[in-house]
């Protein structure tokens, strides 16, 4: 009989099982890869952005969902508490743009074995490459029964399997079950972190090219759900880059609620876009359109924005009318991105939605209607944006459970 069986070994699991055997429980971590930590070791482009050190207010602005949810939590276990027992585990960590916090060797590998050594340290026995198929109530605790044969007995079990965003780290929904077959609800799972789809095919001809220093805005009605600066990608799906994987974690249901537009020229206001146009149309009186416009864009995107302007893009500049050139400077502020949808959920860097946090006590990370079953990381339905505050997510609820 164990104090307390641990399924899933990733950034939640880990943390849940070092503290439960800090505090004197016999713990079992149950782990159906053959490494722990396998998602970790791909965050960061594989130098592994643990945490970001944006202070508490800031973090909860960071969580598109249920960010109160978090708040005991968090405050149980912090970003300072993260770089703390990593340093003590002998992996120093150090603060990049952003406040993303990265383990000074840049080699996520350091920081799942600084985490593995600090559980067998603390006397965690691992089980790698076991499959657990149910998790069910029994006399004292609970029976863990294994897809290989055999039933394990724990007084308490934690639940750290991830979500099913990049199912070949072992994040295959394996949780959802064990909180269905316990009574507890699970919420609607969807791609978050992920590139968007388009329906139109001009941005195919325009796949691999990055626009940097650029806004994006998108509005449900006339609120402005998101509106942010940075880097885009178009691809043959869509697009993608930073700004628009994080539009993802922000987007509603319905991607036919949202109205999504490019500011090619966030630094300049309408006016000053058309004042400029003329400077160049006059410069250039002789030039076609598509020429002049590479002094505002790639030369890449110059045809196919003037295209979509429905302006030809060999017309000369001196043979563009006045209403023309005005919708191009409107285009420049504000062109349409028609947004449809998300890839598949498989190429989410998270999963939105899992279990219901109503059916969870905040503080613990303990089912409500079982007790003694928690709950922790990426299979709850809290999901937050990049730089590294997924991980504290993690780290934070993991913390909760195994402390509980």
């Given amino acids: 009989m164990y104090d307390v069986i641990i399924i899933g070994a990733g950034a939640a699991g880990m943390m849940a099982a070092g503290t439960a055997a800090q505090n004197g429980k016999k713990v079992l971590v149950i782990e159906k ?11 960061g482009k594989g130098r592994c952005n ?4 944006a202070d508490i207010d800031d973090f909860f602005k960071q969580i598109p ?41 840049d080699k996520a590998s350091d920081v799942t074995r600084a985490l593995d050594r600090g559980m067998r340290d603390a006397g965690v026995v691992i089980s790698l490459n076991t499959q657990v198929a149910h998790v069910r109530q029994a006399e004292g605790g609970f029976d863990v029964e294994l897809t290989q044969g055999g039933t394990l007995r724990a007084k308490s079990v934690i639940v750290a399997t991830g979500g099913v965003s990049y199912p070949s780290t072992g994040s295959t929904g394996d949780g959802y079950l064990f909180a269905k077959e316990n009574g507890l609800n699970v919420t609607k799972l969807s791609a978050s972190l992920v590139g968007l789809t388009m329906d139109e095919k001009w941005p195919t001809l325009l796949q691999g090219l990055s626009l940097k220093n650029v806004r994006i805005t998108a509005k449900v009605g006339k609120k402005t759900i998101y509106s942010e600066l940075g880097e885009m990608l178009f691809t043959h799906f869509g697009v993608s880059g930073p700004l628009m994987i994080e539009l993802s974690s922000h987007a509603p249901e319905d991607f ?6 490019l500011d090619m020229k966030p630094g300049m206001t309408e006016e000053q876009v058309d004042l400029r146009l003329q400077r160049d149309f006059a410069e250039n009186i002789r030039k076609q359109l598509s020429s002049v416009l590479t002094g505002l864009m790639p030369a890449r995107m110059a045809p196919v924005f003037a295209k979509l302007c429905g302006v030809d893009a060999d017309t000369p500049v001196n043979q563009v009318t006045r209403e023309q050139r005005l919708a191009i400077g409107r285009a420049l502020k504000a062109l349409p991105l028609h947004v449809v949808g998300t890839r598949p959920i498989e190429e989410a860097i998270v999963t939105r939605g899992g279990v219901d946090v109503l059916e969870i006590t905040p503080g613990t990370m303990m089912s409500k209607k079982t007790p003694g079953l928690f709950f922790a990381g990426e299979v709850l339905d809290v999901d937050a944006v990049t730089g590294g505050f997924n ?14």
């Avoid at 890869?33 to 965050?43: Q, S, V």
């Fill in 391 to 404: 991980l504290q997510v993690a780290w934070s609820t993991g913390y909760a459970a195994g402390n509980n």
């Fill in 50 to 53: 643990v945490t970001n050190v």
């Fill in 65 to 105: 969902r249920n960010p109160r949810f978090l708040n005991a939590a968090a405050r149980q276990f912090t970003h300072e508490d993260v770089t703390g027992l990593l340093e003590m585990l002998g992996t120093p960590t150090k603060v990049e743009r952003g406040g993303r916090v990265f383990p000074e060797s």
């Fill in 33 to 43: 890869m053959e490494k722990a930590g396998r998602k970790i070791r791909i965050t």
């Fill in 256 to 261: 036919s609620q949202m109205a999504v537009t």
